[in-house]
């Protein structure tokens, strides 16, 4: 059914389809990526309902057709449950999940921390010779914000691998248990879906239903192997100085020693591949998992993982690393497939009727990979925007030059006034233009890279004047083309002259044009 039908505010339907919960739970209902106000760090109280309204994310698909993993969407769930139920979602759990269960002494949702739990909460860090952290407050916290000890954790797994049921409490029938982890969505069948709220994943031939949680002090994975009776949990403070993220590498070396994998006889000679190659899918990639409308979009073009096709036929995409920090190699076994030259991962890629090419990795049921268009593939906007800034600062740094040496040396131009009139506003539209593309990108840039949870309202302010700049540095273009008109068609001004001020208003306009597909205009200012 429609959300909609249980909510106290609207779900647009963007695409003529309406969101459902069947949408939400296996990640595909559609949302852009949105990070804005889901922490609440400045504010430290959490507020459920208004978070939802608020930052309603928009439909970058049509729902039920891509999996991108929607904080948005899990939180919205939750926010379901709270109104059905007639309680908060926090006290829902734990009337339904951790009471039943003997978890309510070693777990909460309740921000701030219950005093019983606060005193025995571990402090997170960065890094594990910095500082600790606050303690994190999440606006949407039912996609991911309990507070648990790895013994409650237990208890919880040995319920689900128990079919619902611990001590002769039942938290859940077992036919739903079985629905929950078998009603797998998948992209493509030859990689891993996600069953309704728990990722698919294999390894060592066996099938295993996982989820993993991540904020920026913690990170958690849990893992459960139904048919070996077990459950896996680890919950790390810090990440620490490694290249790669170190809660997956236990599981893996776990299971290689306990349920190690059958080897097999070696083949003969290999067939000529057939389907898509490594030159084929070689390129910039695009996460599903990302904003299309919103300030965000940034990030999409900043963070493009690349497909590097290798003399003997392998493949190589430069996100995907190892633990040694190399990247890992992908040797074709056909048909668009790659599996990994020293490990079991594999990279499907498909090309759809529309002509494009996708990367599926073993997470392909929460988001899979999207060729760049080459209007925003990474490598070529950021060359765009490095050379435009060149083109405009040298602009500037040689019109600066230029001016102390007639000073100094006391020579005029000897240009018409209005020609010097308009060489001015020129040169400061370039200043404001800079300013307006650098205020943005600097102000999103470093208040992420201090930390995403300072992505709220506060920021709107600072924005928006840089907005107003923007609408400024859009006039000033019109003035600096008047300027190019005049050299061109009324100006005694060399060929030199002309052409360095046309690829000035060339490069000026290319900054805008970036401006403008990176949404930095958004009235609404979403991110």
Known sequence: ADVNRYLDFTIPQTHGVPVTLRHLMPHRGGFQETLKNLGVQRKGSVDLAAYLRGNVPDQIYKPGTTPSYSNYGAALAGYIVERVAGVAFDQYVEEQIFRPLGMEQDATLRTPLPKALSVRMSKGYLTASGKPGDFE??????????????????????????????????????????????????????????????????????RIHGHGGTTLYFHSDLHLVPEKQLGFFVSYNST????????????????????????????????????????????????????????????????????????????????????????????????????????????????????IIRMLTGNSGIVIFERSPPLLDAGLVMM????????????????????????????????PRHEMVLQGASTLAGVVVLGFVGGMSGLLLSTLGASPWLLDSSIDAPLKVMQQVGLVAVGSLLIVAIHVGNLWFNSSRGLAGRLKETLVLASLGWLLWFAWMMNFFDPALKA
């Open 384 to 415: 765009g925007l490095g050379l435009s800034v060149v083109v405009v600062v040298g602009n500037l740094v040689l019109l600066g030059a230029s001016f102390l040496m007639r000073r100094h040396y006391g020579v005029a131009l000897g240009w």
């Open 137 to 206: 407050v999440v606006n949407g916290y039912p996609a991911g914000s309990q507070s648990a000890s790895g013994l409650a954790m237990t208890r919880f797994m040995l319920a689900l691998l128990n079919k619902g049921e611990l001590e002769g409490k039942r938290i859940l029938q077992a036919a739903t248990v079985s629905q929950m982890l078998d009603t797998v969505t998948a992209y493509d069948p030859r990689q891993n879906g996600i069953g309704l709220g728990f990722f698919e994943e294999s390894r060592n031939g066996l």
């Open 240 to 355: 620490g100085n490694t290249v790669v993220p170190p809660r997956g590498l236990p599981w893996g070396k776990l299971l290689d020693r306990y349920f190690p994998v059958q080897e097999t006889a070696a083949a003969g000679p290999k067939a000529p591949v057939s389907g898509l190659t490594a030159p084929d899918v070689a390129g910039r990639y695009m996460s599903s998992r990302r904003a299309e409308t919103s300030l965000l979009r940034l990030l999409s073009v900043l963070q493009q993982p690349t497909a590097i096709a290798q003399p003997d036929g392998s493949l190589v995409v430069d996100a995907f690393v190892g633990p040694n920090g190399r990247p890992r190699v992908f040797m074709p076994v056909g048909d668009g497939v790659f599996r990994e030259k020293h490990g079991q991962s594999r990279l499907v890629f498909v090309k759809g009727e529309d002509g």
